[in-house]
């Protein structure tokens, strides 16, 4: 990078390059690409297998409470203990219905120091092994529908990532070349004064100037003064932009632009372009995304609206005792099983409601991501239908300005001479600097319009390849 920066003139490559490495929109996009890379880990946990330890140690109480008596009978009596517990479980979710599996040790100890006298008591109690499952029954799984959603977007992500390098690309261009046209600008207007100084000074040497003459030289210069100095205003301020978005700072010394002289041609088929947006592109990965939900918002409003069924079993042993190693001597069984259930009655159309309106968004998504696809691919072959329109301008804007450049040379000559009138010099002038202006807006032009399907395909036309490969 400090060998691009050192060098007197950038190319549009080298722009570019500075851009994708240094601007703050390329550490964004990588940021974003980070980010959501870490969303997709965070949602692969969820089906992996999940260790944890929790307890409490110890969970200190002193208080007067009421204790039923033997006799049935209550009695505010002062208490003071100490209840502690650790659990270790392993519990793995079941992405294909929703449930999960568990297995779980747990040792529970409770501390009695009411009785000084005695000196407390203390009793252990434990789950020495235990394993259970919790399973919905004709609820909504989101996890089966995440599993669905959350790989297409990450591939989201991916092909977004390459969008938006392509992006800072296409956006580094449009500022080098307001800055070379700027610059042009700049050069044109202090070309142009130096020029007029010079005929002045020529004419006034071989004593060729009338009162009116001079007069109208005079009005020339200030003129072309006045132009210099909204150029130099204009180019700096371009500077400065491009600077900031490419990451260079302030400080930096200016640096001129070289003009690509030479421009890549290719030939470019409208429907393949379309084939390699449709295979490359996020946007098109998200119709795919957006049908998807849909039909999960309708699978959910349904859920919702039938009948919600929950199993739970478990089995395990369990002992309790007056010291640690009790509660692993001789187990008992411990069965658990359990059915509930939860029956919408009555909501007043509530759930229908529900329902009626994701069907009704579903219809709406896919009508809109139709209108979307036919949008998107119509986009792609206007672009592509572009180019040889764009490249037949920046040939023949060239070809124009080199006229119009040696016309002005002729025409100069002919001025100092006093073969035309200043008439004829001005008009020559004024070609010559339109020609360049425009030779400038059309490679602006057909370099905008090639980054443009750069980012609209993620293809590569001069490599052949697709740059979501690279």
């Keep these: 990078m400090e060998n691009c920066i050192a060098q007197s003139e950038l190319s549009l490559d080298e722009i570019i390059m500075l851009a994708r490495d240094n601007s703050l929109s390329a550490q964004q996009a990588e940021n974003r690409k980070d980010n959501r890379l870490g969303n997709y880990m965070k949602f692969k946990s969820n089906f992996y297998p999940q260790l944890s330890l929790n307890g409490a140690l110890p969970d200190f109480s002193r208080s007067i409470d009421p204790v039923t008596q033997p006799d049935g009978t209550q009695k505010f009596i002062a208490r003071k203990y100490a209840n502690s517990f650790l659990r270790l479980s392993l519990n793995q979710t079941i992405a294909a219905t929703g449930g999960q599996i568990y297995l779980e040790s747990r040792i529970n100890r409770i501390d009695n120091m009411s009785d000084e006298t005695n000196g407390g008591t203390t009793s252990y109690s434990g789950q020495p092994l235990s394993i259970g499952f919790n399973q919905p029954i004709f609820t909504y799984n989101w996890l089966k529908w995440s599993k669905k959603i959350e790989p297409i977007r990450l591939e989201e992500a991916k092909k977004s990532y390459y969008e938006e390098m392509e992006w800072v690309a296409w956006k580094a261009t449009d500022l080098y070349f307001n800055l070379m046209i700027q610059q042009i600008n700049y050069r044109i207007a202090d070309k142009n004064l130096k020029n007029s100084q010079n005929i002045r000074d020529k004419k006034a040497k071989k004593q060729r100037l009338s009162e009116s003459d001079q007069l109208q030289m005079e009005l020339n210069i200030m003129k072309a003064q006045r132009d ?11 500077m400065l932009n491009l600077k900031t978005f490419i990451g260079l700072p302030e400080s930096e010394d200016d640096f001129k632009l070289s003009i690509p ?51 739970s079993a478990s089995f395990g042993l369990t002992q309790q005792s007056d010291y640690l190693e009790g509660i692993y001597q001789d187990p008992q069984d411990q069965q658990r099983l359990k059915l509930g259930f939860k029956i919408p009655v009555a909501d007043f159309g509530r759930r229908k409601a529900n329902l009626q309106t994701a069907i009704a968004n579903q219809k709406l998504v896919e009508s809109s991501v139709e209108q979307d696809r036919i949008k998107f691919e119509q986009e792609i072959v206007v672009l592509v239908s572009q180019f040889p329109v764009l490249i037949s301008k920046v040939k023949i804007t060239k ?9 002005f040379r002729i025409a100069k000559w002919q001025y100092v001479n006093q073969k035309i009138s200043s008439t004829d010099y001005d008009m020559a002038l004024q070609e010559k600097d339109m020609a360049t202006r425009e030779y400038v807006k059309a490679l602006k032009g057909y370099w905008m319009a090639y980054y443009d399907l750069r980012m609209k395909t993620l293809y590569d036309f001069e490599a052949n390849r697709d740059m979501t490969s690279l």
Excluded: C, H, T
Aim: aromatic residues 8%; positive net charge; charged residues 35%.
């Design 228 to 238: 210099v100095a909204s150029a130099r205003l204009n180019a700096d301020n371009a």
């Design 261 to 311: 002289e030479s421009i890549p041609e290719f030939e470019i088929n409208s429907g393949q372009a379309v084939k390699y947006a449709k295979r490359n592109r996020q946007r098109f990965l998200s119709f795919k995304r957006r049908k998807i939900e849909a039909e999960r918002d309708v699978a959910k409003a349904k859920a919702e609206s039938n009948l919600d069924l929950y199993l």
């Design 399 to 407: 070809k124009a300005n080199e006229i119009a450049s040696k016309r």
